[in-house]
C-alpha cells in the first residue's frame, strides 16, 4: 500500500468545490464577484477571477467530479466534505443577488454531490448579510436539496458571530440539525495588524478564526444550542494555544462562573487537522476532545496536504495518540460532524 494513503482510507471534512458553468454577473458588476474560468487551451487547468483579476490559479479537481473522485482515489480519501471557496461567500453584496448567488453555488453542489455515487457531501453559501434570506437557503440547501448544512465566514462585514441579529441563523440551524463549518476568509479581515503575505496566511487567519469561534463560546450562541454542530478550518486557529489565557481573562473580568464553563463549551466545537503539523494534534484532542478532531486537508488548495496526510496521521501516533483516537480522527469524527440528525 502507498505510504501516502491511510489505511482503510479518510474522510476528509475540509475541501473546496466551484460549480462549473456558475453564471457570471451582468456587466458592469461589482468587480468582487468570482467567476470560473477554465483555461480554453488545457481542460485540466483554470482561474477564479473577480473583474479582470486573477484571484486564484485552480485545476479541475476544483470543479469536475471524476477528476475530484480520482483525485480522492489516489490519496486514500473515502468520502469527502465540499463547500464553497470562501471568496464565494458573498456577504458583501445586496442581499437579492446574493441570494440567487448562493442559490446556483448549492444547485450545483448538489449536483456535484449526486454524481458522486455518496462519495461526496455538500454544504452551502448563504448570503447571511440578510438573516431571513439566509434562513430560507439553508433549510432549501438541507431538506430540499439534501446538503448537510453550511459553510459561513468568521464575520459577516464587521458583524461578529455572536452579534444579536445573527441568533435566528444559529437557531435555525440548530433545529434543521446543520453543521456549520466556518472558515475564515483571505486575508483574515484585519486580524492582525500588518496586512499583506506572509502574515495574512500565516497569522492573520488562524487569529482571525480564534476570535470567531471566542465569540461564539462567550457570545452565549453554544448556552443556546448546546448540540449544534460547528467546526472550525485549520484547527481553529490559534484558540487550542490561548485558550488557558482566555480562561484566565474570563475569570477575572467575566461573569461568575464562566472561566469554568469556557472550558466545557471548547469541547462542544469541532476542529480539522490543517495545522501543518503533528506535534499539534494531541493539543487538539487535549482542548476539543478525542471525538471532536477531524481530518481537513483544504483540496485542492494548499500544497502538499493529500500527499501528507498519512504522514500527519501517523505522526500523531509519534506524538502521544492512540490508534483509537487516529482511527476516529481519520473516520468516525468526520461522518459524525456531517451526519444529518433526525428530527421528529
Known amino acids: ?150 459553510e459561513i465566514g468568521t464575520r459577516v462585514e464587521g458583524l461578529e458571530l455572536d452579534d444579536p441579529s445573527l441568533a435566528p441563523f444559529f437557531a435555525a440551524a440548530a433545529d434543521l440539525g446543520a453543521a456549520i463549518f466556518v472558515h475564515p476568509m483571505d486575508g483574515g479581515t484585519g486580524a492582525v495588524r500588518r496586512a499583506g503575505q506572509p502574515y495574512d496566511f500565516g497569522l492573520g487567519m488562524l487569529t482571525d478564526t480564534a476570535l470567531a469561534a471566542t465569540a461564539l463560546l462567550t457570545g452565549g450562541v453554544l448556552d443556546r444550542h448546546p448540540d449544534l454542530r460547528i467546526g472550525f478550518a485549520h484547527g481553529c486557529g490559534t484558540l487550542a494555544w490561548a485558550a488557558p489565557r482566555l480562561g484566565l481573562a474570563l475569570s477575572i473580568w467575566g461573569e461568575q462562573g464562566r472561566s469554568a464553563a469556557f472550558d466545557d463549551l471548547l469541547r462542544h466545537l469541532w476542529v480539522d487537522t490543517l495545522v501543518l503539523d503533528p506535534a499539534h494534534l494531541p493539543l487538539l484532542v487535549h482542548r476539543f476532545g478525542a471525538d471532536h478532531v477531524m481530518v481537513g486537508t483544504d483540496a485542492p488548495f494548499i500544497p502538499g496536504q493529500l500527499t501528507g496526510l498519512a504522514g500527519l496521521l501517523a505522526g500523531g501516533r509519534q506524538h502521544g495518540l492512540t490508534q483509537h483516537d487516529v482511527d476516529a480522527i481519520a473516520r468516525s469524527n468526520g461522518r459524525a460532524f456531517f451526519g444529518r440528525v433526525d428530527r421528529a
Open 1 to 150: 500500500m502507498s505510504t501516502n494513503v491511510w489505511p482503510g482510507g479518510v474522510v476528509d471534512t475540509h475541501a473546496h468545490f466551484f460549480p462549473g458553468g456558475l453564471s457570471a454577473p451582468g456587466p458592469g458588476s461589482d468587480s468582487r464577484w468570482p467567476v470560473l474560468r477554465p483555461d480554453p487551451t488545457d481542460p485540466t487547468q483554470g482561474g477564479i477571477h473577480q473583474g479582470q483579476a486573477l484571484f486564484r490559479s485552480v485545476d479541475s479537481r476544483l470543479w469536475d467530479v471524476p477528476d475530484r473522485l480520482a483525485s480522492m482515489d489516489t490519496f486514500g480519501i473515502e468520502q469527502q466534505l465540499i463547500s464553497p471557496v470562501p471568496v464565494m461567500l458573498t456577504t458583501w453584496a445586496d442581499p437579492g443577488p446574493a441570494a440567487a448567488f448562493a442559490r446556483e453555488v448549492n444547485d450545483g453542489i448538489a449536483q456535484a454531490v449526486a454524481a458522486s455515487g455518496g462519495r461526496l457531501v455538500g454544504l452551502c453559501g448563504v448570503p447571511l448579510q440578510d438573516v431571513e434570506a439566509a434562513i430560507t437557503e439553508l433549510e432549501r440547501a438541507v431538506t430540499g436539496l439534501g446538503l448537510a448544512g453550511v
